[in-house]
């Protein structure tokens, strides 16, 4: 199966910092990556819709100049939190789906948790 | 009023029970419907998937959707302790739409 990963598991870092979240399609070319931010016990919620070689779509309420994302290539993503602060610590996950793929396709990775002190 | 409603539990039931977990929603233009797993501090995974109304049955998971009443569930027969994790509902309109989310509900199934 279509196997997406995310670089890395875990981030601690001051406020203040600024932090790269990676998400790779590992066998597949991925046409379109999602970032998703999910709260404790609560459900995941669209930041930003990035499609290959294009600027990502963001979500109502999101901030892009603090959540960058740049998608360079068809297998790679990142999601960079520009001076991070304590409230923006959550789990983020990213997804991807390829053209080939059929509507509920869409591959998970395993999700990032930030803490930011 | 949220798109998709989902009771977020905890649900706890012995090994062995009958699980139904359901969500409503309220856009009737949703289309494609998706119940995924996720263990502690794990992304999602896909369970089943349903286009349009009717049921769909793959192992112990049955997954019903009924459009006309804007209600999908999820059935898990002869549920075991791996099966507890958190199990979110997602659906959307088209194959270029969003996903939108349930909150998930919170499943324990004991020995």
């Known amino acids: 199966g279509a196997v997406v990963s995310q670089h890395p598991s875990r981030v601690i870092c001051k406020s203040g910092t600024s932090v790269k979240i990676e998400c790779r399609s590992l066998d597949f070319q991925a046409t379109t990556m999602f970032w998703y931010r999910q709260f404790p016990k609560q459900s995941l919620m669209l930041m930003a819709t990035?499609?290959?070689?294009?600027?990502?779509?963001?979500e109502q309420g999101v901030e892009k100049d603090k959540f960058l994302i740049n998608h360079a290539s068809l297998t790679l993503s990142t999601l960079t939190v520009a001076s991070a602060h304590p409230e923006d610590s959550s789990f983020y996950i990213c997804s991807a789906t390829w053209t080939g793929g059929t509507a509920y396709e869409q591959y998970f990775g395993p999700g990032t948790r930030l803490t930011v002190t | 009023q949220k798109e998709v409603e989902q009771d977020p539990g905890p649900l706890s039931v012995p090994e062995g029970a009958i699980v139904s977990l359901n969500c409503t929603y309220s856009n009737s233009a949703f289309q494609y419907f998706m119940w995924y797993r996720q263990y502690s501090r794990k992304g999602p995974e896909l369970l089943m998937y349903t286009y349009s109304s009717g049921n769909k049955e793959d192992g112990r998971f049955t997954a019903q959707v009924d459009k006309s009443s804007k209600y999908i569930s999820l059935f898990i027969r002869d549920s075991q302790p791996s099966d507890s994790a958190t199990y979110l509902c997602a659906m959307k309109g088209n194959q270029g739409g969003k996903l939108i989310f349930g909150q998930g509900t919170e499943l324990s199934v004991k020995p």
């Open positions: 990035s499609n290959e070689g294009s600027k990502a779509t963001y």
